[in-house]
């Protein structure tokens, strides 16, 4: 089993219409999360954390369920330029420091 | 504007070639990484330093090696390159203790092994 999985997706979504898609990991002990949005061909960039409490960054909302182990990301009335590559990344620390494990990433192609 | 550069965006090399990919930071960063990221399998760790003349392994670190000899440069060598080398390698950078909060990436460099 993969240490961080995410549906690949394309999540297809109308322009305007509400999409949401998570991210699974496997190592319980895990204490930091974040999605990352890479456009194509480019770097890619920290777009939010994501808290135990759940949280909000314009119509982006993220949430953390430690229980099951998931992750989401939840896009409200999705613009065009939110067609991107979202990455799950979650963060242990250890004796060497911080290590980051990334997901494969979901793609989102948001249409007119 | 603060920035990692990479030294190529496109390189092509022939198998068995020995191959540098250079990045540097003008952040004054301690932490260095290299990663490489292939459709489906996300980005995964290579090298990484945490300071000059240091190197640590990441998870895959077969058939790559590392050099820190300043602060600012961190580079990546592909000793023998081979086809499953293909890949897009992206250099990251931050401070000490910031984690993934001070993660800067640099644009990539798309390296195609023929």
């Known amino acids: 089993r993969k240490e961080v999985e995410q549906d690949p997706g394309p999540f297809n979504v109308p322009e305007g219409a509400t999409v949401a898609f998570n991210c699974t990991y496997s190592?319980?002990?895990?204490?930091?999360f974040f999605w990352y949005r890479q456009d194509c061909r480019k770097e890619p960039k920290l777009l939010m954390s994501?808290?135990?409490s759940g949280n909000e960054d314009g119509r982006f909302t993220a949430q953390l369920n430690r229980a099951s182990q998931y992750i989401s990301l939840l896009i409200r009335d999705s613009k065009l330029s939110d067609s991107a590559t979202y990455l799950c990344?979650?963060?242990?620390?250890?004796?060497?420091?911080?290590?980051?494990?990334f997901g494969g990433g979901t793609r989102v192609l948001v249409k007119p | 504007d603060v920035k990692v550069t990479q030294s190529s965006r496109y390189l092509v090399k022939r198998t068995g070639e020995k191959v540098f990919l250079e990045c540097v930071q003008d952040?004054?960063?301690?932490?260095m990484f290299w990663y490489r990221q292939d459709p489906g399998l996300g980005l995964r760790l290579i090298y990484f330093?945490?300071?000059?003349?240091?190197?640590e392994k990441g998870d895959i670190p077969e058939g790559y090696s590392v050099s820190r000899e300043k602060k600012e440069r961190f580079s990546l060598i592909l000793e023998s390159a081979s086809t499953n080398q293909t890949s897009m390698y992206l250099c990251?950078?931050?401070?000490?203790?910031?984690?993934?909060?001070?993660?800067?990436f640099g644009s990539g460099t798309r390296l195609t092994v023929v």
């Open positions: 190592n319980s002990a895990s204490q930091s």
């Open positions: 330093s945490y300071d000059v003349k240091m190197k």
């Open positions: 990251a950078s931050s401070l000490p203790g910031q984690g993934i909060y001070g993660y800067t």
């Open positions: 994501v808290y135990s």
């Open positions: 952040m004054d960063h301690e932490n």
């Open positions: 990344v979650v963060n242990n620390r250890g004796a060497a420091g911080n290590k980051l494990t």
